[in-house]
């Protein structure tokens, strides 16, 4: 079993010998938190991709400098979903809009318990009529099927795993280039530009009679197109796509950067699941293994809570509320209904002190990421956590996406960042550890300008 930042562990089953559930883990451990809780734990990074190509340094630059090549295929899992009922079972059990919803568009899906927390995030893509592939780390997948299986929704599952715990080739292969050269090359590729189309939204192509799909869609702010189609197709794609950009400098991304790309861009990626505590979710717990993604994905950070709830989030913090719908019924309504006029707290970067940085990881720091909890104060007060840090080579410090009281998130309000790794249960919350404290600014999430002013764009 390999435990990471957002880690997922791996384990077998046969008839011999079945896993502990996710329920019975919380219960030998005494509570979701000591389950949980896991200092030190090391930052998640892709699977297969090679973890530098040119250097971390360069390839964090290529997004803004040139053109950015990353290879998507592996890190993610599908649930591809397909039947009569497909549209029905996603509309009852998540706060997406489906009644303007293309074929060949996505959505960022946003799961919720009863309660309105958030289960995690992913991207819904419509393949078709009743077709659509969710995508992403596991746990949205896990929720959406066993509910479609356990109320006998007529819809049908396939699940491919990520490369780390499949066996072979990926169904589906996915390249996102993006940059401000990006779309020039997209037309060296194609001999022509592609029709205009909007974000999120995608068009087939076709290529030497290979024919796959072109999502206007990128991960660290800058413009570009994500081309999925089936995987025996990846090697000629990819290919095509660096020869025609070597003349433009396209730079192929490594692990290392590519697990730093949504810093800039706003996006946290490892909220965690709001199904720990609920005595109605008990059997979906019970359906869950220890080792899934929901039992293995670890906390730290100098955050630390006895209550799993204090980690929970809800769409509104995250900043999905442009995609919440009420225009219809869903588990959790009620829930976000209540609760969008008083969000107590705000998504924002947090951009660390330059020379407090170099004070706390040395005077020439190197690649660094984590996905840990670390607390955000003033005047010793907490204020609120993170959940995304990374150093940005281009922006010259450590950027981190934290959700802060709302009274403390404007832009420009100084706080401090705790650095630290509380030990965990046993251990007073409250105790001074002798943590290094970092000054940081309150800047605006998404931290980048492009991401934050012109991300949606047709262009």
Known sequence: MSVSDTGVGAATSSEAWAPPTLQQGIDQAGSPVALLWKPDAAPWTPPV????YVGWRAEQSAWSDAIALSDLSHHMSDLFIEGPDAVRLLADFSA??????????AKQFIPVTERGY????????RDGPEKFTLSGVPAA?????????????DVSFESDPDSEFRQGDPVLFRYQIQGPRALELVERVFGAPLPVTK??????????????RAFRHGMAGQAGYEFIGEYKDAEFVKHALLEHGDALGIVQVGALAYATNGIESGWIPTPTPGIYTDPALREYRESLSVFSYEGQKPLHGSFFSEDIEDYYCSPWELGYGRSVRFNHEFLGRSALERVRDTVSRQKVTLVLDEDDVRRVFGPAPGFFLTYGRYRVEVSSDLIGMTFYTGLIDRVGTVLSLALLDSGHAEPGTEVTFVWGEHPGPGTDPGADLGFDRLRAVVQPA?????ARTRYRANA
Do not use: K
Not at 49 to 52: G, I, R, S, T
Not at 141 to 153: D, F, K, L, T, V
Not at 446 to 450: D, I, L, R, T
């Open 446 to 450: 998404p931290y980048n300008e492009y």
């Open 49 to 52: 991709v090679d973890p530098e």
């Open 118 to 125: 958030i289960v995690t995030d992913g991207i819904l893509m």
């Open 96 to 105: 997406n809009d489906y009644e303007a919803f293309a074929i060949g568009q």
């Open 141 to 153: 997948q896990s929720w959406i099927r066993y509910h479609g299986e356990c109320a006998g929704y």
């Open 199 to 212: 974000f999120f939204h995608s068009t087939p192509v076709t290529l030497d009679g290979r024919s796959f």
